[in-house]
């Protein structure tokens, strides 16, 4: 069992930055990435960012690329999110999630856990 406990949410106006974390604890040894996904009232969810947990490459939405940097300490067994020139359209719950393996990162179905998620409220 894994659990994962996302921080960092909040309100901030539009142009300013958060920086989410999440760390896991419990089955960490096989992890292969980890990934964050977002929410929005009424919408579906949708890939943000992921990390592979070895090698850190990296992955972003393409809407986001350039906004936002993933980044992990092994040590730690934590992954951080740094989201730059936030707009109101990046308001939703920021979910992260880890999975064991291999496949399209950008796809939700294949992480097998979840933590409870993190508000974040971005004001125009």
């Known amino acids: 069992?894994?659990?994962?406990?996302?921080?960092?949410?909040?309100?901030?106006?539009a142009g300013g930055s958060l920086r989410?974390?999440?760390?896991?604890?419990?089955?960490?040894?096989s992890l292969?990435?980890?990934?964050?996904?977002?929410?929005?009232?009424?919408?579906?969810?949708?890939?943000v960012a992921?990390?592979?947990w070895g090698a850190g490459s990296t992955y972003?939405?393409?809407?986001?690329k350039g906004r936002l940097t993933i980044s992990r300490d092994k040590a730690k067994n934590t992954?951080?999110?740094?989201?730059?020139?936030?707009?109101?359209?990046d308001t939703a719950v920021y979910y992260c999630a880890s999975r064991y393996v291999p496949g399209n990162?950008?796809?939700?179905?294949e992480y097998r856990y979840w933590g409870q998620g993190t508000q974040v409220t971005?004001?125009?």
Request: glycine content about 10%; charged content about 15%; overall charge neutral.
């Open 50 to 52: 992921a990390i592979s």
């Open 32 to 47: 292969l990435a980890m990934g964050w996904f977002r929410q929005a009232p009424g919408k579906e969810r949708e890939f």
């Open 79 to 89: 992954v951080y999110l740094q989201m730059n020139s936030l707009k109101p359209e």
């Open 105 to 109: 990162l950008y796809s939700g179905t």
């Open 60 to 64: 972003y939405a393409d809407s986001l």
């Open 20 to 29: 989410l974390s999440c760390a896991a604890s419990g089955r960490t040894f």
């Open 1 to 13: 069992q894994v659990q994962l406990v996302e921080s960092g949410g909040g309100l901030v106006q």
């Open 122 to 124: 971005v004001s125009s």
